[in-house]
């Protein structure tokens, strides 16, 4: 019996270790030293000082026309055989 507490015990303090060490990688992901946090300050800080302020509101651009004919696109009632081509249409 005991050699097979000694192992137990030496176990579970590996495994400790390991929750230990793995509790400690994750708070240090959690709380990282930022990297580009003051840069990133700095240029939001340059983009706002170089907005120009006029006070005016400009309407919004009027849409475009699609470039698919919509009508073309509904689905019709019934199932019919197109018109066939005539020689004097064309």
Avoid: C, H
Avoid at 1 to 13: N, T, Y
Avoid at 32 to 61: D, H, Y
């Amino acid at each position: 019996m005991g050699k097979v507490s000694e192992w137990f015990w030496r176990f579970l303090a590996a495994v400790m270790l390991f929750a230990v060490g793995w509790a400690m990688w994750i708070f240090y992901q959690l709380n990282a030293p930022p990297l580009v946090t003051s840069a990133a300050f700095e240029a939001a800080a340059k983009a706002k000082a170089a907005q120009s302020a006029r006070g005016r509101i400009a309407p919004a651009p009027r849409p475009a026309e699609p470039p698919v004919n919509v009508e073309k696109l509904r689905l019709s009632d019934t199932i019919t055989a197109p018109e066939p081509e005539s020689a004097d249409r064309k």
